[in-house]
Each structure stands twice: as structure tokens, then as C-alpha cells.
């Protein structure tokens, strides 16, 4: 891919139909990278300058990668409970209000698919909020209610730990999927005009709330467990369900969650800290030196742009190319795929389409049209719940007994 351009190339031919059509990336973790590297110190990672040396995002990476709109992440880490959570999350949603006063002319705030396509119109970028996690409103719906104000337009049901109300798909099994009070959390995000994202959620919890939402549902950035067999991903029967819900699974890039020998690899390195007596998550100078000593005998498994478009071409088979999107998780993760290394390189994967022989038209679905398309459904079926339903008040105790509380 390092080969500069001829005309008509699938690279140019990429840039162009990305001119016309940009990427909606459904999951960008910048703000959570901010708060962890200079506290919001937006002045020491001015993303108008090169950040390239700690950053996989900066204004003109995103430029060159062609993207039109981002949904960005206002993440918060799960062992952050109760109202530390909400207040975290609120910290995380002022940070992306703070970078979209400084960048007026790049960034503009977008709540509703007419300003998506207002943005486009203005060769602007688009700006949305995802919270990812439901810990993030405490088990409130006034809550979440609050977080729709504040502009957020996505919420992950779980991150990557159960909550008292919703499966994660990286936990042992809670409440076999949604519980009454997580029923009750779809009903209010399908009234408040809130995408329900199922990235992250243990597939019983896909199916929930796939029987529960009147909404179409998306996957921020999950990709195809027949592809690859990792339970962040999403199984075929998941797929096979958005067309008659009218959803979007935006593919993802992390090698873990897209090369099964990644997936693998891995495994094997979690066991060898685990075997001398580490936490798999450990991040300890004893632990680092274990791991790179691992990683050193036995080398990280690379994937590449080739490995992203095999899950897209199994996703697009499965669900309709009018079902799948883009969810990068770029500053969400350590490591990328050759070719997508930051946010410039979405180039990369549209020329890999268009030489697997995907036509203009399904690329212009993939990239803008089927998440600008989910957004504006959701706010359809809002305004018909809320001419006809006022705000719920239910709480967990009252829905799922006092049992669940915590």
C-alpha cells in the first residue's frame, strides 16, 4: 500500500469516493487517551499538530483518512461504579465539548442525521458522542436521560464486566442476557431517540435486546466471530437478525478481536503470566518484563488490511451491505493492522474493497449512508414514543428486586 498513487488506482479511486462519501467511524477512544495522558491538557495534545508520536488520532489524519464523522468515545473504566462513574463520564463528555470549541473549523457538533449531512454539506467533521458502558448512568434512567441532553447518541449496554442489569460478553453469565430493569433501559433509549449498541454485550444480550428495541441497533465496532472466535465479535445469527431490525455492525479493526492467531496468541500470553503467578492484566514491571520476554520468543501475529475486509465480506453476506459500517476503536488499543495503523489509513481498507470487486455504491452505504440512515430511524421512532409514552421513573429495585442493587 506504500506505493504512491497512478491514476485510477483502487488507492485514488478510494479518495475520491471518500471525498463524496466519507467515513462515519463508529468508535474513536481520543477523549479516554486525553484524560489518561495529560488529564485533558488539550494544550500538550494539540490535535491540530502532529500527534502521531502518542496519538492514532489528529486533525489531519483524519483528513487524509478521509472521515466524515466520528462518533467519540466518552468512555469510562469499569472499577469507576456508582456516581464516580456518572461523573467520569460527564468529565469525558466535557472533553469532547472542549476540543469542539477549540476546532471549530474541523469539528462541528452533530445530534441528529440532518446535521450529520448538514457537516458533509460544509466539509466538516461531524461530531458525536458514544458512552460505552451502562455503569455509566448508575442504574438511572433520569440518568440516561440527562447523558441524551448532554448529546450523547450511543450508549454500550456493558463494557467489558456484567452490570447488574446486562451480560458483558467478557464476564461469566449474570442475568442470561437483560434483565426487567435492562428491558426497561432499551424502552427509554428507544424513546429518547439513544442508538443501542451492542458491542461489547454477550450474545444472549444481543438477542434481548434485539427482541426488545422498536429501534434499529448498532455494534460500535465489533466484527464477525465466524471470522474469527472471540466473544467480543458477533455471531451469524446476530447478523442474520438486522435486516429485519434495521441495524448496523461496524466492523473493527484490533487484531485480538479480527486474526484468529491473534486471538490465540494472546490466550497463550495470558496463560504464561498467569503461570508465574501474575493477574493477565497485570501491567507491573515484573509482569512487562515476563511479557515481553514472551512476546519475544514467540511473535505477536500481524494482521493486515486483508484480515479487516475478510470479516466485512463475511458481514455483508450475512447481514446486507445495508447493515454494516465502520468502527475503527483507534486509541482504544496498543496495536493495529498493517495498513490501518491510525486514523489516515481508511483509504487503505476502501481500496481492498474495490479491489475484491465491491461497487461504488455498496462502499458509499458501508462508509456514510447506513449510519447517517440508522441515526435518523432512531429519531423516527422517538418522536412516534414520545407523543405517546411519557418518561419512565422504574427503577432496579422496583423492576429486578432488591437483590440486584449494588
Not at 520468543?297 to 445495508?322: C, I, W
Not at 432512531?378 to 405517546?388: G, Q, T
Amino acid at each position: 500500500m506504500s506505493t504512491p498513487d497512478a491514476p485510477g488506482t483502487p488507492l485514488e479511486r478510494a479518495r475520491e469516493l471518500l471525498a463524496e462519501f466519507p467515513v462515519v467511524d463508529g468508535h474513536n477512544d481520543l477523549p479516554w487517551a486525553l484524560r489518561e495522558q495529560v488529564t485533558y491538557d488539550i494544550d500538550a495534545r494539540d490535535i491540530a499538530a502532529d500527534q502521531s508520536a502518542h496519538l492514532h488520532t489528529d486533525l489531519a489524519r483524519l483528513r487524509a483518512g478521509g472521515v466524515g464523522a466520528q462518533f467519540w468515545s466518552v468512555y469510562v473504566r469499569t472499577d469507576l461504579t456508582g456516581d464516580a462513574a456518572v461523573s467520569a463520564t460527564l468529565e469525558q463528555i466535557d472533553c469532547v465539548d472542549q476540543l469542539l470549541a477549540r476546532y471549530p473549523g474541523e469539528l462541528r457538533a452533530a445530534l441528529t442525521a440532518a446535521d450529520m449531512e448538514a457537516a458533509r454539506r460544509d466539509r466538516l467533521i461531524a461530531s458525536l458522542k458514544g458512552a460505552e458502558g451502562g455503569h455509566s448512568i448508575n442504574n438511572s434512567l433520569a440518568t440516561l436521560r440527562a447523558l441524551y441532553a448532554l448529546g450523547v447518541r450511543y450508549m454500550t449496554l456493558t463494557h467489558n464486566d456484567n452490570i447488574a442489569w446486562a451480560d458483558s460478553a467478557t464476564d461469566e453469565p449474570g442475568v442470561g442476557g437483560l434483565s426487567e430493569f435492562g428491558r426497561a433501559v432499551v424502552r427509554e433509549m428507544n424513546r429518547e431517540g439513544m442508538l443501542v449498541d451492542l458491542s461489547h454485550v454477550a450474545a444472549t444480550t444481543m438477542r434481548a435486546a434485539l427482541d426488545e428495541s422498536a429501534a434499529p441497533v448498532i455494534f460500535s465496532h465489533s466484527s464477525a466471530r465466524a471470522v474469527c472466535d472471540h466473544p467480543r465479535n458477533i455471531p451469524d445469527d446476530v447478523l442474520e437478525r438486522l435486516p429485519g431490525n434495521g441495524g448496523v455492525a461496524m466492523v473493527t479493526f484490533v487484531p485480538k478481536f479480527v486474526l484468529q492467531a491473534a486471538v490465540d496468541w494472546t490466550a497463550a500470553a495470558d496463560d504464561n503470566l498467569r503461570a508465574h503467578g501474575f493477574h493477565h492484566l497485570d501491567a507491573s514491571p515484573a509482569a512487562m518484563k515476563l511479557h515481553r520476554a514472551f512476546e519475544e520468543s514467540n511473535p505477536r501475529p500481524v494482521a493486515t488490511v486483508s484480515t479487516v475486509a475478510d470479516h466485512l465480506d463475511h458481514m455483508r453476506e450475512a447481514a446486507g451491505v445495508e447493515h454494516i459500517g465502520i468502527g475503527g476503536d483507534y486509541d482504544g488499543t496498543a496495536f493495529t493492522p498493517d495498513g490501518l495503523d491510525d486514523v489516515s489509513g481508511y483509504p487503505n481498507l476502501i481500496a481492498e474493497l474495490l479491489d475484491r470487486g465491491w461497487s461504488r455504491a455498496d462502499l458509499a452505504k458501508l462508509t456514510w449512508r447506513n449510519a447517517v440512515r440508522v441515526l435518523g430511524a432512531a429519531e423516527d421512532v422517538s418522536r412516534d414514543l414520545r407523543a405517546r409514552r411519557a418518561p419512565s421513573n422504574a427503577t432496579l429495585a422496583q423492576l429486578d428486586g432488591e437483590q440486584r442493587r449494588r
